[in-house]
């Protein structure tokens, strides 16, 4: 192991293990033409907030815990921030909710139940957790054997230790303890998923067009985090396979069967699929964050608002 | 360069843009296409966050907080407009990879060789003396589409793809050849296994092809696959 975990120490260690956590900085980039994924937070948006509660820059590497079930022992003192999902987390037994920082005491367990509003909850600590970077990465990617707290992109096991900076027990600077209201989405509204309409939009029939943005889908339970399969009208599409291409974050694919797919963060490189388009990367969070059955529209939007929104949004981090 | 229409842009979400180039896959489109990348990489500098080529297209990521979708267009029009094809480097290393093409790792061998009307020997031969393109690379890390196999070996995809491919397993889809680099679900058609490192976290590059080299499957035996530190557990070991 090189300097980058030597100046780490145990952090949090996981007393018991949920179905699924992983560390994920920004993404891996500028690999993909070698066929790895970005990987990355599948909620961009309570990602940077759990990491701008603990008073980190963008870009430091959280816990995004999966439906809950996690448990975690604090191994020292540390300063931590949750965002996202309310998985029913508890801290020694106390309800812990989420869109605040906390201070954790050596021998305490941070413990996740199950989902109350949202399905991905991020847990921050001050300085970013530290594990060695897998091709410039922590993002960890089950599928590739990449990044993670092992570098093999395992999610967390029980006994796993979570290593954090020797400075995660200091108290960020600033004082902003919790995110404020207009911060926190809720998860209990229905989503609408802003899209960016693509070339081949014009190549689906005129009713499947209609219907795609003017019917409920609903969330299929084949969704992970390589994508989201939506249940609904069957889309009709001239084109039917090509030959793969590059594929975007959020690219809306619809396979022959005509149910559409959103792919997210862990998603093949190249595909070949029509497109509807491309969800915006904050439409990407919400989706994220929607359990099976939840019942979502799609809105067509023009790239001006999408980047206006997307700027406004990056602006509230450095 | 080619059809009507062509190259054009396609939006391709907030942060990308898909240039597409051909519309045909053609071993004659790589050069424009790897000379594309480079330009990029010149062209937009500290904006750029990743590039995915692929047989007809290349995929531009971009900084949406350095360069508006707009902005990010007009680049790449600028540098479309200046592409010459990448004639020195076009030509793409060269790999060999030595491989045993047997029925115990390659379990589709046989029954490719029957369809084709060839005998086994006959069908390693016509799938050794090929030297392959790599169009592009994705699936999993360092998975490289190769083309184009001999007609005669053309097969469709598994109906059922295996739940566990292991690592090195050499196989066919269509008119493509490839080589899984890890442990994976797949539904090539398997017909040897190589003992060459596909993706290596620790090497520089990571993977040993990309988008433009040349490949070469090599017919070793077992004991020299050995020698070179491959997995030769048969599949029915695997089940």
């Known amino acids: ?21 992983l560390l994920q900085d920004a993404g891996r980039f500028g690999v993909r033409r070698l066929g790895v994924t970005q990987g990355g937070p599948a909620d961009l948006q309570a990602w940077a907030w759990a990491n701008r509660l603990a008073g980190n820059a963008w870009g430091a590497a959280a816990l995004e815990v999966t439906l809950g079930g996690l448990a975690l022992e604090a191994e020292r003192e540390l300063t931590l921030a949750l965002a996202g999902a309310d998985l029913g987390a508890t801290l020694d037994d106390r309800p812990l909710s ?30 970013g957790f530290r594990a060695e970077p897998v091709l410039s990465s922590l993002a960890g990617v089950v599928r590739e054997g990449l990044g993670g707290h092992d570098g093999r992109g395992h999610a967390l096991a ?31 509204a229905m989503p609408r998923l802003s899209l960016l309409p693509g070339a081949q939009i014009a190549e689906f029939e005129g009713a499947s067009l209609a219907a795609a943005f003017n019917t409920l889908w609903r969330v299929d339970d084949r969704a992970d985090r390589m994508g989201v399969r939506l249940r609904g009208p069957t889309l009709r599409c001239r084109l039917t396979s090509m030959i793969s291409e590059g594929i975007s974050l959020g690219a809306v694919q619809v396979p022959p069967d005509g ?41 067509a939007v023009s790239a001006e608002r999408a980047l206006a929104e997307h700027r406004r949004f990056r602006a509230a981090f450095r | 360069m080619s059809a009507p229409g062509l190259p054009r842009l ?8 898909l240039v597409r180039l051909f519309d045909v896959i053609d071993e004659a489109n790589l050069p424009w296409i790897t000379a594309l990348v480079r330009d990029c990489e010149a062209a937009f500098g500290d904006a750029l966050v990743d590039l995915v080529p692929s047989y007809t297209t290349l995929l531009v990521i971009f900084d949406p907080m350095r360069m508006t979708p707009g902005e990010a267009r007009s680049r790449l029009a600028e540098t479309l407009a200046a592409l010459a094809s990448d004639e020195a480097d076009g030509q793409g290393e060269v790999h060999e990879l030595p491989t045993w093409y047997h029925e115990s790792v390659g379990p589709e061998l046989v029954p490719l060789a029957e369809r084709a009307g060839l005998d086994v020997a006959e069908t390693i031969a016509r799938h050794a003396e090929v030297t392959y393109r790599v169009y592009a690379l994705g699936f999993a890390p360092g998975f490289a589409f190769m083309g184009s196999v001999d007609p005669r070996l053309e097969t469709p995809r598994l109906e059922t793809p295996r739940k566990k491919v292991p690592a090195g397993s050499v196989g066919i889809a269509g008119r493509q050849t490839a080589a899984y680099p ?9 017909i040897g296994r190589t003992a060459a490192r596909l993706f290596d976290r620790d090497r520089d590059g990571f993977s040993l092809l990309r988008v433009g080299d040349r490949v070469r499957f090599v017919p070793v035996s077992k004991q020299a696959l050995v020698r070179l530190g491959a997995d030769v557990t048969t599949m029915e070991d695997r089940r």
């Open chain 1, 1 to 21: 192991m090189t300097a980058v975990i030597r100046k780490a120490v145990a952090g949090l260690r996981v007393t018991r293990p949920g179905p699924l956590a």
């Open chain 1, 98 to 127: 989420p869109w605040q920082r906390f201070r954790l005491r050596p021998g305490q367990v941070l413990r996740f139940a199950q989902p109350v509003g949202g399905l991905r909850a991020y847990l921050a600590v001050a300085g």
């Open chain 1, 158 to 188: 029980e006994g796993d230790v979570l290593h954090v900076g020797t400075e995660a027990g200091e108290h960020p600077v600033g004082d902003e303890r919790e995110a404020p209201a207009e911060a926190r989405p809720d998860y209990a």
């Open chain 1, 259 to 299: 149910q559409p797919i959103a792919l997210l963060n862990d998603r093949q490189t190249i595909g070949g699929y029509p497109r509807l388009g491309a969800l915006t990367p904050l439409a990407c969070a919400r989706l994220a964050q929607c359990l099976p059955g939840q019942e979502l529209r799609l809105e």
């Open chain 2, 10 to 17: 396609e939006s391709a979400g907030l942060d990308g843009w």
């Open chain 2, 182 to 190: 890890a442990v994976s679900p797949g539904g090539w058609n398997l």
